[in-house]
């Protein structure tokens, strides 16, 4: 049976994600060079300094607690570069997306990567933030991490003999951070020492996500006021507001609230995950929110391209990367329809993702002998099947790779995953005490399917087209017995239902925005001739047979005008799409 497609989900970090010299290695184009002179203008016109000054220091450049202590603001410009210059990096190597979820202050820079913001506005968003706080915050106070659940965190913060101190982040059932004023917070972690819990200061200049930023979260709400998210070409889940952002709605009050309200991660994870969230990706400096995704689920991939002295931004981002000619599936995003900060919603998982049909390898038939196997192409085609099924970057299956003790791959796995090699080159394994364990490594599977096959002199199958790390999902257009006689016959509802469906999969858009009154081009940005070919196949669909009577799909620029124009097109009234 295929594999359930999996969702791809950039998660971008927020304050602290900061590693001395991480950009050096990243700015190595004109484009994303563009991006750090971008921000850099920005930040040196609202702040007077900006993040370019940590280019090139290379060993010379600052801790993320020396930043702290002296330049606070630049280490909050440090963390927003940081992803921003990542997701150009992966982007223009190919590097696809599903999902992106943001992690704090990470919300503004998943923003900028999905398209709501340009580069420009999102870092003037991020300095408003940083303004605001520097001239509102007067607090001194921190945060702390805990390693504990909320349970337990909420028991420590009922011990404090003062008020101030609040769960500032449920990262998970192992961490959970707060936040408050510093001699509340020395208090917290003696009491989590006596009690046998791990408690960890962050690098953050402001107690995060406390109602103690009430004027600091009404100062950035006045700042922003007049910014609105543009076209999302990627949603982007709120851990904080609990729902989607929405493409054209303001902000002001929205990322305000950030300051004040809690981050909910371990709700998010498991969301994300009952959704097909399979292959989270850190975007940003180190691994931290990567950590945390599978200290809550670990039935996930995590790649993190910048976590350790060298960068294997290339190696993720050809893994990231659609096969060719295999367009990227991208879920539509539930949209909340309320405002301000809300219950979690349920993310619910496309059906783009529901079961797609991933090509077995096909078989020609027997073509000579296996003398005609070419190792490297054998190499090749495993490796692929390999990497699809256990979701590994390819470049881990090297020859001496252990599949077991490098990889935790176990022998049922490698047994399953040999019988699909088996049948893939018409191998026929041994029956005289044959185990899997005894070819532990990449290469030694390898060798024992061109080995085993040129001693028993067989005739293998080649493989034409070896599977693709990412195959089209096949989805189904509605069912359609033939043309619709007569409108009595039609149900409008049905009717919007199926188109709703079929522009929400093409356009890659959430389904609740295509309303009666939704303006396609206005509203939406289709075009008149992504229109036409939308129309063409609804046409199609229900049987509306074309006129030639001058018809102009543009004549009816609403989702409900082309409802109604198939219901009544179906009826019997003749139209055409040009």
């Known amino acids: 049976m295929p594999p359930v497609a999996e969702m791809i989900v950039g998660v971008f970090p927020g304050q602290g994600a900061y590693l001395p010299g991480v950009l050096d290695g990243l700015v190595t184009s004109e484009r994303t060079r563009a991006v750090v002179d971008e921000v850099e203008d920005v930040a040196v016109r609202m702040l007077g300094r900006g993040p370019s000054g940590l280019l090139g220091a290379g060993d010379r450049a600052p801790t993320a607690d020396q ?17 921003v210059v990542l997701h150009e990096a992966l982007r223009e190597r190919g590097a696809t997306w599903q999902l992106f979820v943001g992690h704090s202050l990470g919300e503004i820079s998943a923003l900028v990567a999905a398209g709501a913001f340009s580069l420009t506005e999102g870092t003037e968003v991020m300095c408003h933030r940083i303004l605001a706080l520097a001239e509102h915050d007067g607090s001194g106070g921190r945060m702390v991490a805990l390693a504990c659940d909320r349970t337990r965190t909420e028991q420590i913060l009922a011990l404090l003999p003062e008020a101030g101190v609040v769960v500032a982040a449920v990262n ?28 960890s200061p962050l690098v953050s200049p ?17 700042r922003i006021r007049d910014y609105r998210t543009g076209h999302l070409h990627t949603p982007v889940f709120s851990p904080i507001l609990g729902r989607h952002y929405r493409s054209g709605e303001p902000v002001g009050d929205v990322l305000a609230a950030h300051l004040v309200h809690p981050v909910d991660l371990l709700g998010t994870v498991e969301q994300v995950h009952r959704a097909g969230g399979r292959i989270w990706v850190e975007m940003g400096a180190g691994r931290t929110v990567t950590n945390l995704v599978r200290s809550v689920n ?3 991939l995590t790649l993190a391209p910048l976590a350790g002295p060298t960068s294997s931004v290339a190696e993720v981002a050809g893994f990231l990367a659609p096969s060719t000619d295999v367009p990227p599936v991208t879920p539509p995003a539930p949209v909340d329809s309320g405002a301000g900060p809300a219950p979690a919603e349920p993310i619910v998982a496309p059906a783009a993702h529901a079961e797609p049909i991933v090509a077995e390898p096909i078989v020609a038939g027997p ?27 390819e470049e881990v299956f090297e020859d001496d790779a252990q599949l077991e003790a490098d990889l935790g791959v176990d022998s ?49 199958a080649t493989p034409i087209v070896p599977p693709a790390a990412v195959a089209e999902p096949a989805v189904a257009e509605p069912a359609v017995a033939g043309p619709v006689g007569s409108v ?29 009154d939704a303006q396609l081009e206005a509203d939406l940005g289709v075009d008149s001739v992504k229109q036409t070919e939308l129309f063409g196949r609804v046409a199609q669909l229900y049987g509306v047979v074309p006129p030639t009577n001058g018809f102009r799909i543009g004549d009816h620029p609403t989702f409900g005008s082309v409802v109604d124009l198939v219901v009544s097109g179906s009826a019997g009234t003749a139209v055409a799409v040009r």
């Open 412 to 460: 049922v796995k490698q047994t399953e995953l040999f019988g699909r090699v088996a049948q893939l080159y018409g191998v026929v394994p041994p029956t005289n005490g044959f185990r899997i364990g005894d070819h532990p490594t990449f290469g030694s599977v390898v060798d024992l399917v061109v080995g085993h096959a040129s001693t028993a002199g067989e005739q293998v």
């Open 67 to 83: 930043l702290l202590a002296t330049a606070p603001d630049t280490l909050q410009l440090a963390a927003f570069t940081t992803s």
């Open 172 to 199: 998970g059932n192992r961490q959970t951070t707060v936040s408050g004023p510093q001699p509340a917070l020395t208090t917290v972690c003696s009491i989590a020492e006596a009690l046998g819990v791990r408690a």
């Open 488 to 516: 009595g016959s039609l149900d409008r509802a049905e009717v919007v239902a199926a188109v709703r469906a079929l522009y929400a999969r093409v356009l890659e858009y959430p389904e609740e925005v295509f309303e009666d």
């Open 367 to 393: 073509v000579g002998s296996v003398g005609s196997l070419d190792r490297a192409e054998v190499v090749a085609a495993v490796r692929a099947l390999y990497a699809r099924v256990l979701e590994y970057p």
């Open 206 to 222: 402001h107690p995060f996500h406390n109602p103690v930023l009430q004027p600091a979260r009404r100062a950035f709400a006045r």
């Open 298 to 300: 670990d039935n996930v």
